[in-house]
Nanobody
Framework: QVYLAESGGGLVQAGGSLRLSCIAS????????MGWYRESPGKERELVGT???????TYADSVKGRFAISRDNNRMAIYLQLNSLKPEDTAVYYCNAQSQPPLAPKDYWGQGTQVSVSS
């Protein structure tokens, strides 16, 4: 079992910045890719970005150039730096971890952290 704990959400004005953290515990040797998703009222959960175990990030088009994902395998943690925030970035942000082969595919989720951006 893998447990994910997010932190760092809050209320910020448009144009501001936040940094989210996600620390994994439990069977961390089984973790492969990790990432961030977000969910806002009335919308489906959407991908923000992912980072491989080797530290290679990918991003959704909506956040490219504004958000940055980093990973620290020594702490088994990932981070999401949110810059130039917009009101439409308001959402609950969830950390995700995926099991890696040869383990069976499985997704793990954190409890989420609220990010609110005021105009």
């Amino acid at each position: 079992q893998v447990y994910l704990a997010e932190s760092g959400g809050g209320l910020v004005q448009a144009g501001g910045s936040l940094r989210l953290s996600c620390i994994a515990s439990g069977f961390i040797l089984g973790i492969g890719d990790m990432g961030w998703y977000r969910e806002s009222p009335g919308k489906e959960r959407e991908l923000v970005g992912t980072v491989t175990r080797g530290g290679v990030p990918t991003y959704a088009d909506s956040v490219k150039g504004r958000f940055a994902i980093s990973r620290d395998n020594n702490r088994m943690a990932i981070y999401l730096q949110l810059n130039s925030l917009k009101p439409e970035d308001t959402a609950v942000y969830y950390c995700n971890a995926q099991s890696q082969p040869p383990l069976a595919p499985k997704d793990y989720w954190g409890q989420g952290t609220q990010v609110s951006v005021s105009s």
